[in-house]
C-alpha cells in the first residue's frame, strides 16, 4: 500500500509539474526595421506637399505624391520609383516650408509588439532659400500602425 501511495504522489507531482503555468511576458519590441532611402532632399516649397508623415501602401498613392513633386525634376534623382508594393511600404516625413534650408532624417525604424515606431531628425537652419525638407524610404510591407516621433 505504501509504494501505491509513493507512486500515485509522484504520478501527480509529475503531471502537475509542466512548463504550461509559466507566465511569459510576451515581446514589447521585436527590433529595428531595415529601410532603404529613395530620396532625401528639399523641395523649393511651391509644389503644393504639406507637412506630413505619410505610409504609402499602394501604387496609386505613390504615383501621386511624385506627379505633385516632380516641380524640379526631383523624381528623376530618386533611387527607384517602381515599388512592389505587395512586398514593400513606403514611408515619407515632409516639413512644413521653411525659409531657411532645413533636412529631416529618418533615423530609425523600429517595430514593436503592435506598432511601427519611425523616428527623425530636423537639421539646418544656415542657408536663406525656401525650402521644405522630405526623407522617403521604403520597409518590407506591414500591416502594423505607424507612429511618427
Not at 501505491?4 to 509539474?17: A, E, K, Q, T, V
Not at 529613395?38 to 507637412?51: A, F, P, R
Not at 508623415?53 to 520609383?81: H, Y
Request: net charge negative; glycine share 4%; proline share 4%.
Amino acid at each position: 500500500m505504501k509504494n501505491y501511495l509513493f507512486l500515485l504522489s509522484l504520478f501527480l507531482f509529475i503531471s502537475c509539474n509542466n512548463d504550461d503555468d509559466v507566465n511569459e511576458e510576451p515581446a514589447t519590441q521585436t527590433g529595428p526595421i531595415t529601410f532603404t532611402t529613395i530620396s532625401q532632399e528639399v523641395l523649393s516649397g511651391d509644389e503644393g506637399v504639406v507637412q506630413s508623415n505619410l505610409v504609402i501602401n499602394n501604387a496609386s498613392d505613390w504615383i501621386a505624391l511624385m506627379n505633385q513633386m516632380d516641380s524640379q525634376n526631383i523624381i528623376s534623382r530618386f533611387t527607384e520609383t517602381n515599388i512592389d508594393f505587395n512586398n514593400y511600404t513606403v514611408v515619407a516625413i515632409f516639413l512644413d516650408a521653411r525659409p531657411y534650408r532645413w533636412f529631416v532624417e529618418i533615423t530609425s525604424i523600429t517595430e514593436n509588439l503592435n506598432d511601427i515606431i519611425v523616428t527623425s531628425e530636423e537639421s539646418g537652419g544656415n542657408f536663406p532659400a525656401v525650402s521644405q525638407g522630405f526623407h522617403i524610404v521604403k520597409i518590407p510591407k506591414t500591416t502594423n500602425p505607424f507612429v511618427f516621433l
